[in-house]
Structures are given as structure tokens and as C-alpha cells.
């Protein structure tokens, strides 16, 4: 299991901002996807935002021109830039990286990262 180390979450005020981050292992091979996901509590965990291989970029439409999805390929370093955030943001906060190796599809999870956003 690919260890991914998540930092930056915390509380924040309705119409804030906040970055949250991702540190990649650099031995990680056959990545399809790489993104994150929010879980709100009682609720499913869905995709916020997520690079595809082929150069796509996917966005919930509940944060499409909020946030930003980016990434620093020299330090191996996934980002979430969250901006205007709303109470409904409020969630654990998780980095996913999809791999394909032999056929078989891996997801692999960081430890997740709560962000607080008070109304």
C-alpha cells in the first residue's frame, strides 16, 4: 500500500480560503489518477477534483472556479486550493492516487484531512 501524506487542513470561516497538500511517493509507477476527495459527515466520499492521465482535469461542479487541483512534479507534491469556501465544504478531506499495473486497477488513500468551515 502507496503511503500518501496529507498536511495543511483545519478551520476556516465561510469565504476563506485554505491549501491543502499531498506529498507522493516518488516510487509510486502506473498512476491513471490523482486527486481528492471529500467525505462530509453521514455522507458518500466524492471526487472534488482530480488530474486523469491524457492531461484531463475533473471538477465537482459544487467547486468549479472555487478550487484549484495542481501539482509540483519536482517535489512530488499534490495541492487543493480552496477558495470562498462554504459550511457545506466542511469535511474529511482525502488524497487518491489510482494505479493500473498488470490489469489491476489499485486505489490507494492518504490518511485524510479534516477542514472545518464555520458559518
Known amino acids: 500500500q502507496v503511503q500518501l501524506v496529507e498536511s495543511g487542513g483545519g478551520l476556516v470561516q465561510a469565504g476563506g480560503s485554505l491549501t491543502i497538500s499531498c506529498e507522493v511517493p516518488r516510487s509510486i509507477s502506473g498512476i491513471n489518477a490523482m486527486g481528492w476527495y471529500r467525505q462530509a459527515p453521514g455522507k458518500q466520499r466524492d471526487l472534488v477534483a482530480n488530474f486523469v492521465s491524457g492531461g484531463l482535469i475533473n471538477y465537482a461542479d459544487s467547486v468549479k472556479g472555487r478550487f484549484t487541483i495542481s501539482r509540483d512534479n519536482a517535489k512530488n507534491i499534490l495541492y487543493l486550493q480552496m477558495t470562498s469556501l462554504k459550511a457545506e465544504g466542511t469535511a474529511v478531506y482525502y488524497c487518491?492516487?489510482?494505479?493500473?499495473?498488470?490489469?489491476?486497477?489499485?486505489?490507494?488513500w492518504g490518511q485524510g484531512n479534516q477542514v472545518n468551515v464555520s458559518s
Open positions: 487518491h492516487v489510482e494505479t493500473w499495473h498488470g490489469g489491476i486497477r489499485a486505489n490507494n
